[in-house]
């Protein structure tokens, strides 16, 4: 027998009938013998209509009660499942957050777990309840309510998970599983069976959008294995575990793709030091967050300075930029929004030599100019030309064999 | 500087207009130098859709959950009032139920409150802001939330009214205060600068929309006076106070009328000790509240036995007499649903001989039937035909001169 935490995002709780399909998936698993801890989001849409509601009533929305507002989204679905699994006769209690004892700093929209106490949680496992929890919300230190922000859900379900012990922390959404790249951009795309936690990493930070980073850093931190599934089709999904020595790397796993970004180019830079801590300083300052930097320095002793921030960072970096060039005494401040990154993620890779070479020579060969390189030990980025993003994630999916047969 | 519990109910704040008009009013009273402490219903038909929603997922409602679904309604709305009072500068924080210190029974879809612990509400206002408070829900000493059935806004904010030690407990709702009569019955209705408990209990009792019983018998046990008035217009409305020396009792204050009630006869039953005992014990065994009871025992030693019930519980009310009809030995059980009751409400009646005599000349004059008679102290009501409830409370309403000049 085992504890698993079903974490059902969304779409999977969108309306009456999916949220019955959810409540009849429990009724099987606990009847399969395991017990369950089942974490909701709002349904659908319902967190965006609050947000209109509210944009309605008041060009003002202090944090605190912006987080009131929202969480009244899990409330009711949770209820909703709750009486949903009481038509299946399968005994549940909802709890809210607060209730599962998720304490959080006080840092409303975007809290964090600071402590799990979710003794009412396991007292209702104890007492052979299927308890229903609410997902993104917490109570603070200060006893108020919070939320835990973007992917807050699945935060709690791995926190739950990590807490309780759990042998396993099912996400379940609209895919079903991770998959070698996005199948909008790569019909041959593949499920992956299996992944590690480090690749997840990387797949999450540079485009991959089923998990976010923050949640896939948590399972790791505390070895909770994940399972990402539809709650359409109930099929087995994608496994994220950590790396072991059964585990056979595969030498690239996935290949995704990325334009939400874009460049900033500060030019004819003297090359002395603490310019670089200058300029990111103004940038940091302004909460601006940087992704790639290139630096290159040319024969005349000029340096140019690149960095990518998100699309909608770009005015205030742009601010930034303009505001220090004199004092580091750079030429010019040049931007470009019509860009695109494509990575490689593969465990395999530390051990494969030439795959940095393959991408390359994939790229060139097909045409495909590349503007900017970043590596980590087990990811390859390229920024090129926005509009050659797709062709050149469908070329490297192919020229690393994962295509579907 | 006073201190007011402010309490607007769903139509008060049914949609993004309505509750920046009611920060706009609260504003207006800090203004002035008042504290206000708001408590708020959830908005409009909100309630009614989750219900709606709750039927489509499950044809099982546990009451545990069917609380947590139903709280959220108000969540939302004091989130967003809260955000509107600050777009006016008016700091403010909203507070659950829970956190206001509002701690009930287990009683689920109808608990009682035990205790009121409103310490935060108290540093809130210490602190200068204004407390907006969930109406209509607390948390159980299980630690459960929990909701304080029908007119339950109205007892959260006279319970908090009687706690804090406020000067005054405002009602606003989509009406401008309590009537001599129905305006929908009776054009020439003139609304009551003031009433005193007795009276609005038994207007509350017998028809009068405005007030839920419950709430008005918190309020004249905690001696809070409570002022009902409009929302939409923001005029003075009526004031419901102790009876004092200085308050003129009006003979009779307002005339009401209710057709929400049937009327049970078992008839031909012996007139014996413990019949009447047995008869409403079965009935009490059902949960039927039964209203009006009238006893006649004719010269046959034979008794009839008429009480009236709420229209919903007819059918149980039946089956109940049906049942213990032969243990009784009564030789017929009747009902009739096209009955209602037309009621005269007046503190000033106690001391003034002849009311019932009008009461009763007004009806004959203009052919109105009188089939069943119930009185209080300050109360006469009539059970007479459906059809001639209205023609009723017209004549009344004139003969004991309330029609508005």
Partial sequence: MALVVQKYGGT??????????????????????????VVVSAMGKFTDDLIRLADDVSPTRPPRELDMLLTAGERISMALVSMALAARDVESASFTGSQAGIITDTDHTRAKILEMRPDRIREA???????????FQ??????????????????????????????VCEIYTDVTGVFSADPRVVPKARRLAKVSFDEMLEIAAT???????????????HHV?????????????????EEDATMEDAVVSAVTDDTSEAKVTVGGVPD???????????????????????????????????????????????????????????????????IGRVTIVGAGMKSSPGVTALMFETLSTNGINIE??????????????????ADAVRHLHTAFGLDAA
């Fill in 138 to 167: 917490g109570v603070s230190t200060d006893r108020d309510i919070t939320t835990l922000g973007r992917g807050g859900s699945d935060v709690t379900a791995v926190a739950l998970a990590a807490a309780l012990g759990a042998d």
């Fill in 372 to 389: 900017m390189i970043s590596t980590s030990s087990i990811r390859i980025s390229c920024v090129v030309r926005a509009d050659r993003v």
């Fill in 225 to 241: 294995p994940l399972h990402v599934r539809s709650s359409f089709t109930w099929e087995p999904g994608t496994w994220i575990v």
């Fill in 125 to 135: 496992l104890d007492d052979g309840l299927v308890p229903v929890v609410a997902g």
């Fill in 207 to 221: 485009g991959g959008r089923v998990l976010m980073l923050r949640s896939v850093e948590f399972a790791r931190r």
């Fill in 272 to 338: 002395r030091p603490g310019i670089a801590a200058h300029l990111f300083r103004a940038l940091a300052d302004r909460s601006i967050n940087v992704d790639m930097i290139v630096q290159n320095t040319g024969a005349n002793g000029l340096t140019d300075i690149s960095f990518t921030v998100a699309k909608t960072d770009l005015d205030a970096a742009r601010d930034a930029c303009t505001t220090v060039k004199d004092e580091i005494g750079a030429a010019e401040v040049s931007t470009d929004d019509d």
């Fill in 12 to 37: 999977s709780v969108g309306d009456a009938e999916r949220i019955r399909a959810v409540a009849d998936h429990v009724a099987r698993t606990r009847a399969g013998g395991d017990d369950v801890v």
